[in-house]
Protein backbone atom coordinates (compact mmCIF):
# COMPACT_ATOMS: atom_id res chain seq x y z
CA UNK A 1 0.00 0.00 0.00
CA UNK A 2 3.17 2.42 0.78
CA UNK A 3 3.88 1.53 -3.34
CA UNK A 4 6.76 -0.80 -2.11
CA UNK A 5 7.47 -3.54 -4.66
CA UNK A 6 6.73 -6.98 -3.89
CA UNK A 7 10.23 -8.12 -3.00
CA UNK A 8 10.54 -5.08 -0.99
CA UNK A 9 7.71 -6.03 1.02
CA UNK A 10 8.56 -9.32 1.61
CA UNK A 11 11.52 -8.28 2.73
CA UNK A 12 9.87 -6.45 5.32
CA UNK A 13 7.64 -9.53 6.88
CA UNK A 14 11.47 -11.17 6.47
CA UNK A 15 12.93 -8.52 8.87
CA UNK A 16 9.96 -9.12 11.55
CA UNK A 17 10.10 -12.33 11.79
CA UNK A 18 14.16 -12.17 12.74
CA UNK A 19 13.77 -9.53 15.04
CA UNK A 20 14.56 -11.05 18.17
CA UNK A 21 12.61 -9.34 20.68
CA UNK A 22 9.32 -9.37 18.31
CA UNK A 23 9.73 -13.43 18.09
CA UNK A 24 10.28 -13.28 22.21
CA UNK A 25 7.63 -11.39 23.27
CA UNK A 26 5.09 -13.84 20.74
CA UNK A 27 6.20 -17.04 22.75
CA UNK A 28 6.17 -15.35 25.98
CA UNK A 29 2.08 -14.84 24.91
CA UNK A 30 2.75 -11.58 25.43
CA UNK A 31 -0.89 -9.22 24.65
CA UNK A 32 1.66 -6.61 23.54
CA UNK A 33 1.46 -8.41 19.91
CA UNK A 34 -1.93 -8.94 19.55
CA UNK A 35 -2.09 -5.34 20.25
CA UNK A 36 0.28 -4.36 17.74
CA UNK A 37 -1.80 -6.60 15.02
CA UNK A 38 -4.81 -4.68 15.46
CA UNK A 39 -2.65 -1.12 15.31
CA UNK A 40 -1.32 -2.39 12.18
CA UNK A 41 -4.87 -3.37 10.81
CA UNK A 42 -6.16 0.27 11.75
CA UNK A 43 -2.94 1.77 9.77
CA UNK A 44 -3.42 -0.74 6.87
CA UNK A 45 -7.18 0.18 6.83
CA UNK A 46 -6.58 3.74 7.17
CA UNK A 47 -4.00 3.58 3.93
CA UNK A 48 -6.75 1.89 2.06
CA UNK A 49 -9.11 4.40 2.88
CA UNK A 50 -7.04 7.04 1.06
CA UNK A 51 -8.29 5.30 -2.10
CA UNK A 52 -11.09 3.66 -1.16
CA UNK A 53 -12.90 5.98 2.37
CA UNK A 54 -15.16 2.76 3.04
CA UNK A 55 -12.36 1.27 4.58
CA UNK A 56 -11.65 3.95 6.92
CA UNK A 57 -14.92 2.23 8.88
CA UNK A 58 -12.38 -0.82 9.66
CA UNK A 59 -9.90 1.67 11.36
CA UNK A 60 -12.59 2.06 13.85
CA UNK A 61 -13.03 -1.66 14.47
CA UNK A 62 -9.14 -1.94 14.45
CA UNK A 63 -9.30 0.13 17.52
CA UNK A 64 -12.07 -1.26 19.67
CA UNK A 65 -10.63 -4.70 19.14
CA UNK A 66 -7.06 -3.00 20.17
CA UNK A 67 -8.22 -1.11 23.25
CA UNK A 68 -10.36 -4.54 24.43
CA UNK A 69 -6.81 -6.60 23.81
CA UNK A 70 -4.40 -3.94 25.99
CA UNK A 71 -6.56 -0.73 26.93
CA UNK A 72 -5.15 2.58 25.53
CA UNK A 73 -2.20 1.11 23.72
CA UNK A 74 -4.67 0.03 21.76
CA UNK A 75 -5.40 3.59 20.31
CA UNK A 76 -1.53 3.89 19.53
CA UNK A 77 -2.59 4.53 15.88
CA UNK A 78 -4.56 7.40 16.24
CA UNK A 79 -1.15 9.13 16.88
CA UNK A 80 0.35 7.42 14.22
CA UNK A 81 -2.23 8.57 11.90
CA UNK A 82 -1.78 12.01 12.96
CA UNK A 83 2.25 11.69 12.11
CA UNK A 84 1.37 10.24 8.51
CA UNK A 85 -0.83 12.92 7.93
CA UNK A 86 1.15 16.07 9.04
CA UNK A 87 4.18 14.62 7.30
CA UNK A 88 2.35 14.12 4.33
CA UNK A 89 -0.25 16.61 4.46
CA UNK A 90 -3.28 14.58 3.99
CA UNK A 91 -6.50 15.67 5.89
CA UNK A 92 -9.29 14.21 3.84
CA UNK A 93 -10.16 11.48 6.39
CA UNK A 94 -11.51 14.01 8.68
CA UNK A 95 -14.03 14.85 6.03
CA UNK A 96 -14.93 11.44 5.75
CA UNK A 97 -18.28 10.15 7.55
CA UNK A 98 -16.62 6.45 6.72
CA UNK A 99 -13.82 7.17 9.72
CA UNK A 100 -16.60 8.82 12.33
CA UNK A 101 -18.34 5.82 11.73
CA UNK A 102 -15.75 3.56 12.31
CA UNK A 103 -15.46 6.07 15.66
CA UNK A 104 -18.43 4.97 16.53
CA UNK A 105 -18.00 1.38 16.06
CA UNK A 106 -15.32 1.66 18.35
CA UNK A 107 -17.08 2.53 20.86
CA UNK A 108 -19.61 -0.18 20.49
CA UNK A 109 -16.84 -2.61 20.69
CA UNK A 110 -15.10 -1.11 23.83
CA UNK A 111 -17.99 0.66 25.62
CA UNK A 112 -19.89 -2.09 26.82
CA UNK A 113 -17.13 -4.28 28.73
CA UNK A 114 -15.98 -1.21 30.18
CA UNK A 115 -19.51 0.49 31.41
CA UNK A 116 -20.32 -3.35 33.36
CA UNK A 117 -17.01 -3.35 34.67
CA UNK A 118 -17.97 0.07 36.07
CA UNK A 119 -21.20 -0.67 37.05
CA UNK A 120 -20.06 -3.64 39.48
CA UNK A 121 -16.66 -2.56 40.23
CA UNK A 122 -17.15 1.84 40.62
CA UNK A 123 -14.08 3.43 41.14
CA UNK A 124 -12.21 -0.18 42.07
CA UNK A 125 -12.20 -0.77 38.29
CA UNK A 126 -11.09 2.80 37.13
CA UNK A 127 -8.07 3.06 39.76
CA UNK A 128 -7.19 -0.70 38.76
CA UNK A 129 -7.50 -0.11 35.29
CA UNK A 130 -6.58 3.01 34.71
CA UNK A 131 -4.73 4.89 37.82
CA UNK A 132 -2.29 1.73 38.64
CA UNK A 133 -2.26 0.19 34.87
CA UNK A 134 -1.77 3.27 32.92
CA UNK A 135 -1.04 5.94 34.93
CA UNK A 136 1.18 4.56 37.80
CA UNK A 137 3.16 2.87 35.10
CA UNK A 138 3.67 5.79 33.61
CA UNK A 139 4.92 7.85 36.84
CA UNK A 140 6.66 5.69 38.56
CA UNK A 141 8.65 2.59 38.80
CA UNK A 142 6.23 -0.43 39.75
CA UNK A 143 8.49 -2.94 38.85
CA UNK A 144 11.02 -1.99 41.78
CA UNK A 145 13.48 -2.77 39.34
CA UNK A 146 16.61 -0.12 39.34
CA UNK A 147 17.51 -0.68 36.15
CA UNK A 148 17.24 2.73 34.51
CA UNK A 149 16.97 4.58 30.66
CA UNK A 150 20.39 3.97 29.84
CA UNK A 151 20.00 -0.12 30.87
CA UNK A 152 16.22 -0.21 28.53
CA UNK A 153 17.99 1.63 25.72
CA UNK A 154 20.70 -1.28 26.07
CA UNK A 155 17.83 -4.10 25.72
CA UNK A 156 16.32 -2.36 23.14
CA UNK A 157 19.75 -1.86 21.01
CA UNK A 158 20.94 -5.78 22.26
CA UNK A 159 17.39 -7.67 21.59
CA UNK A 160 16.89 -6.80 17.99
CA UNK A 161 20.07 -6.78 15.90
CA UNK A 162 21.08 -5.80 13.35
CA UNK A 163 17.95 -4.03 12.35
CA UNK A 164 17.80 -1.02 14.98
CA UNK A 165 21.33 0.01 13.71
CA UNK A 166 20.15 -0.72 10.42
CA UNK A 167 17.35 1.68 11.36
CA UNK A 168 18.96 4.54 12.42
CA UNK A 169 21.46 4.41 9.70
CA UNK A 170 18.79 3.93 7.24
CA UNK A 171 16.99 7.09 8.74
CA UNK A 172 19.87 9.36 7.80
CA UNK A 173 19.95 8.13 4.49
CA UNK A 174 16.25 8.72 4.34
CA UNK A 175 16.99 12.43 5.53
CA UNK A 176 19.68 13.06 3.28
CA UNK A 177 17.50 11.73 0.01
CA UNK A 178 15.29 13.83 1.33
CA UNK A 179 17.39 16.79 1.30
CA UNK A 180 18.55 16.32 -1.78
CA UNK A 181 14.48 17.26 -3.01
CA UNK A 182 13.41 13.14 -3.38
CA UNK A 183 10.29 14.17 -1.81
CA UNK A 184 8.96 10.37 -2.52
CA UNK A 185 11.16 9.57 0.70
CA UNK A 186 8.60 11.79 2.24
CA UNK A 187 6.59 8.37 3.41
CA UNK A 188 9.69 6.61 4.44
CA UNK A 189 10.69 9.29 7.03
CA UNK A 190 6.41 9.25 8.35
CA UNK A 191 6.94 5.68 9.23
CA UNK A 192 10.47 6.71 10.90
CA UNK A 193 8.67 9.05 12.72
CA UNK A 194 6.09 6.81 13.82
CA UNK A 195 9.19 4.88 15.86
CA UNK A 196 10.78 7.45 17.18
CA UNK A 197 7.58 8.74 18.43
CA UNK A 198 6.37 6.05 20.26
CA UNK A 199 10.33 5.16 21.04
CA UNK A 200 9.90 8.71 23.01
CA UNK A 201 6.76 8.01 24.71
CA UNK A 202 7.88 4.25 26.12
CA UNK A 203 11.37 6.47 27.02
CA UNK A 204 9.30 9.10 29.03
CA UNK A 205 7.09 6.51 31.38
CA UNK A 206 8.98 5.51 34.67
CA UNK A 207 7.97 1.84 34.41
CA UNK A 208 10.56 0.71 31.41
CA UNK A 209 9.31 -2.77 30.61
CA UNK A 210 11.05 -4.39 27.20
CA UNK A 211 7.98 -5.77 25.89
CA UNK A 212 6.23 -2.15 25.95
CA UNK A 213 8.51 -1.44 22.73
CA UNK A 214 6.75 -4.11 20.57
CA UNK A 215 4.82 -2.06 18.62
CA UNK A 216 8.14 -0.69 16.80
CA UNK A 217 9.34 -3.82 15.01
CA UNK A 218 6.92 -4.20 12.71
CA UNK A 219 7.37 -0.65 11.42
CA UNK A 220 11.27 -0.67 11.87
CA UNK A 221 10.45 -3.73 9.50
CA UNK A 222 8.15 -1.62 7.37
CA UNK A 223 10.48 1.31 7.28
CA UNK A 224 13.75 -1.09 6.10
CA UNK A 225 12.11 -2.68 3.52
CA UNK A 226 10.86 0.93 1.90
CA UNK A 227 14.08 2.29 2.18
CA UNK A 228 15.98 -0.72 0.94
CA UNK A 229 13.56 -0.29 -2.19
CA UNK A 230 14.47 2.89 -2.39
CA UNK A 231 17.97 2.76 -2.63
CA UNK A 232 18.09 0.05 -4.69
CA UNK A 233 15.89 2.16 -7.43
CA UNK A 234 19.00 4.97 -7.04
CA UNK A 235 22.01 2.79 -6.97
CA UNK A 236 24.15 0.92 -9.96
CA UNK A 237 25.54 -1.28 -7.04
CA UNK A 238 22.28 -3.25 -7.02
CA UNK A 239 24.37 -6.50 -6.71
CA UNK A 240 26.34 -4.97 -3.30
CA UNK A 241 22.99 -3.90 -1.59
CA UNK A 242 21.13 -7.38 -2.06
CA UNK A 243 24.71 -9.12 -0.36
CA UNK A 244 24.04 -6.67 2.28
CA UNK A 245 20.56 -7.20 2.71
CA UNK A 246 21.17 -10.98 2.76
CA UNK A 247 24.43 -10.84 5.52
CA UNK A 248 22.16 -8.79 7.44
CA UNK A 249 18.83 -11.08 7.29
CA UNK A 250 21.66 -13.85 8.28
CA UNK A 251 22.35 -11.91 11.48
CA UNK A 252 18.86 -11.37 12.60
CA UNK A 253 18.11 -14.97 11.97
CA UNK A 254 21.15 -15.69 14.46
CA UNK A 255 20.16 -13.23 16.80
CA UNK A 256 16.11 -13.97 16.39
CA UNK A 257 17.24 -17.83 17.47
CA UNK A 258 19.37 -16.34 20.00
CA UNK A 259 16.93 -14.25 21.84
CA UNK A 260 13.36 -15.76 21.06
CA UNK A 261 14.76 -19.22 22.24
CA UNK A 262 16.74 -18.07 25.22
CA UNK A 263 20.30 -18.69 24.64
CA UNK A 264 20.83 -15.38 25.94
CA UNK A 265 21.61 -16.30 29.26
CA UNK A 266 19.31 -13.37 30.95
CA UNK A 267 16.28 -14.44 29.25
CA UNK A 268 17.64 -18.56 29.78
CA UNK A 269 17.55 -17.71 33.53
CA UNK A 270 14.32 -16.57 33.11
CA UNK A 271 12.86 -19.39 31.08
CA UNK A 272 14.62 -21.77 33.80
CA UNK A 273 13.38 -20.11 37.15
CA UNK A 274 9.68 -19.59 35.06
CA UNK A 275 9.68 -24.06 34.65
CA UNK A 276 10.57 -24.13 38.23
CA UNK A 277 7.87 -22.22 39.16
CA UNK A 278 5.70 -24.42 37.14
CA UNK A 279 6.50 -27.32 38.86
CA UNK A 280 6.14 -25.76 42.08
CA UNK A 281 2.79 -24.84 40.93
CA UNK A 282 1.81 -28.32 39.96
CA UNK A 283 3.32 -29.61 43.24
CA UNK A 284 1.37 -27.31 45.01
CA UNK A 285 -1.60 -27.74 42.80
CA UNK A 286 -1.95 -31.55 43.69
Avoid at 38 to 63: C, H, M, N, Q, T
Wanted: aromatic share 16%; glycine share 10%; hydrophobic share 55%.
Amino acid sequence: ELGASISATLLSGLILLTTGAWLEAGRQLRMDVPVTTFILFSFYAFLRGEKKPWWYVAVGIGIGLGVMVKSVIGLFVLPIILIWAIVNKKWAWLRSVYFWIGGALALVIALPWHIYESVHFGKTFWNNYLGYHVLQRFSKNILGSKAGSLRFVWNFLSTSLPWVYAFFAGTIGAFWLFKKGEKETRPILAVALIVFCMLGVFMCSRTKLLYYLTPLYPFIAIFLGLFFSKILTHTNTKEIVSVCAILLLIVGAGDAIYVGYHFKPYLAQVAELSREESEIGAIIGA
